[in-house]
């Protein structure tokens, strides 16, 4: 006998229209998540989170980072040494604002999350995903 997974671990419906969207995210969620905005630098709540759990996407409760794979990178933002899995983001191309990068964003409802870039921990595999605080919610442990 299978256990039915508890209602926490239950990703939230995705919203089909742009008004349903502006309904469930505050205007600076809505900001970064779905216009791919930036919050600015060392004002999110995670930035200097140590708590043990796991980070799910702020659109649709995805599943995205660990914190075992957290570290204080110093950049102002929370960053990661890499996904939970490769399935539960997508990584985009982004020539925005003069730069090449790549965009971090939900597998599961193309939300804007942040950007990952390869100036990380070279024991931890040379990445530093630097993710919006706005973009996260934490499901401690």
Not at 32 to 51: H, I, M, S, W
Not at 81 to 94: F, K, M, N, R
Not at 109 to 122: E, Y
């Amino acid at each position: 006998m299978t256990s039915q997974p508890e209602a926490a671990d239950l990703p939230n419906p995705i919203p089909t229209s742009d008004e349903e969207w502006r309904q469930r995210l505050s205007p600076e969620q809505y900001a970064v998540l779905r216009q791919a905005g930036t919050e600015q630098a060392f004002t999110g709540e995670y930035v200097d989170a140590d708590d043990d759990g796991v980070y799910r996407c702020g659109g649709c409760g995805n599943t995205v980072f660990d914190s075992q794979t957290k570290y204080h990178s110093g950049c102002g933002w929370p960053s990661f040494t890499q996904a939970v899995s490769p399935e539960s983001v997508e990584l985009l191309e982004d020539r925005t604002l003069g730069m090449k990068r790549v965009e971090v964003r939900c597998a599961r409802c193309n939300s804007h999350l942040g950007h990952v870039f390869d100036d990380g921990p070279p024991e931890a595999g040379g990445q530093r995903w630097c993710i919006n605080s706005l973009s996260l919610d934490l499901d401690r442990r």
